[in-house]
């Protein structure tokens, strides 16, 4: 009886837990209930986005102690693509499922990947346990922005995503710190320091999940479909072997046949993913008639670009540091900080100036002129000589870029998709945000090894004119003058006379490739400029999708654009019950103030008052 007892009484306390944290019957969420969720959701970010800056640090100690120094590529190359591919699959099963399970399921796979990376022996055990941490680390960041989309409306969404961008930001800087303090300790409480880098996540990953547990109760309705299948291979098929060359392809040789051979399997499985989807239609993995909403594919191509142009100055200015000012990896992440700065400001001046004026789209045009306006600045004011105190204003300038960019492109895109498509549409989002960055790195490094050499030389002719010192030491024979470039610690060593080519030679090659950057980036601009503005809808995912619900006999265009319709700006309230929460009056009968659907004859009906980019096309074309 007692038993029976105290397990009614523990169900008794999680309903009333879950009845706490789930919303209102119009689906809307307290501002306390938003921010508890927003804490599981930035623990969880903040895992996926500290992973990616902490293992960079710290991966040459790591493959020394493993014996694997020429395999280390494959380590990061393992995560990538795992996390790339599983991002969009996260997107489409949690629009079908609920995101509340996929999003526990992420967490749960990252963590046990961190555990099993921190006991790995071997290289290629720890590669593979990284791609089990990719799986994991793919739904973290989309699946977190899509949730925040769910709960809160687009009007007031850029306050809270702000926070997402701020510890994007935060995690650049702590990365570098905790890596390099923890792989330069020998062992901390008997244990290797290097493996702490990946059993850290373990109670942060634990603490995430059961935050998430307690607090995050999300209504979904299910929709069974077809699972694309065929689309997700051929995705596999695509992208795998890109990723590989992308990683691998300045070691091989970007025309050696193992390269050519990449291209030739990635382009098979770009045109085999292209004909599952138009096969599968709205049940595809990512549905080919999305790239029909402007929004939708304007977004997708400028965080490509962006994505590019992030790369090539979070990835050059720590090695900048780091070569030229001889800055340790934590020394660099501190100096950082600036930049760090930069995004966090950006992203709360965009959130609250969008929360407070509905507008969006100067945003990211003003962020592309600063991003390009600070890249250009560094290539020109980088050299071997160049004071650290000269680099903050740009940095600060790079990162209010970044900060005015993300945030407003992603929730455009959440404003202009049906809400059931939210999960899809945010995840594609950051999936080619994340190819963008990939490319990034492929282009930045191959240019900087491919002039490195040339330029360092350059400097030791103009240098060893100058300075007999320095040309004794060139005719000597004994002084690496831009041949194997793989370690660069012995110029720490050097004297200041030999030093100084090497720096001169890195800082011109340096300028070289921020030049690049800002052409790419500059691309960006002319991209968003088609960018529409349309009204931010008031109603979150939610509130959207239970507007549009009992709606879904008719067509699934008809049903989606009621769904739209419903959560624009100057759509009527739903009824809640059964019952319209704008009671019927006395005067009933005049035209436009009865049921939902009622409007006089020379009104527009709510369905005409929402931008035609929120629209199915045929929906569009009937009303033209």
Known sequence: ?????????AAERRGARAAAAAPDASGSFTHRQIMTILVGLLLGMFLAALDQTVVS??????????QGYDLQAWATTAFLITSTIATPLYGKLSDMYGRRGFYLFAIAVFVIGSALCGLADTMYQLAVYRAIQGIGAGGLMSLALAIIADIVPPRERSKYQGWFMAVFGSSSVLGPVIGGLLSGQESILGITGWRWIFYVNVPLGVLA????VKVLHLPHTRRDHRIDYPGALALITFLVPLLIVAEQGRT???????SLVCYAIGAVGFVLFFLAERAYGDEALLPIRMFRNRTFAVS?????????GMFGGILLLPQYLQIVHGSSPTVAGLQMIPLVLGIMVGSVVSGQTIARTGVYKPFPLVGIVLMVASLVSLSVVVGADTAIWTLVPFMVMLGLGLGFNFQPVILAVQNAVSPREIGVATSSVTFFRQMGGTLGTAIFLSVLFTRLPSDITSAFTRAAADDPRVAQ?????????????SDTSFIAELPGHLALPFKTGFSDTLDVVFLIAAAIVALGFFVLIFLPQLALRTQSGIQAAQAGAGEADGTPAEAAAHAAGAAAPTSTAPPVDGVDRHEAREDDDVPGRGGRHEAAPDQPTGLASVPADHLPEDVRLRQG
């Open 1 to 9: 009886m007692t038993q029976t007892s105290d397990r009614g009484t």
């Open 57 to 66: 640090t710290a991966i040459r100690v790591i493959a020394d102690d493993l």
């Open 473 to 485: 030491a060139v005719q000597s024979g004994q002084l690496n003058t831009g041949g194997d470039l």
């Open 209 to 212: 999940f059961a935050v998430v």
């Open 300 to 308: 997708g191509l400028s965080s490509i670009v962006l994505g590019m």
């Open 252 to 258: 091989w040789g970007w025309t050696d046949p193992t």
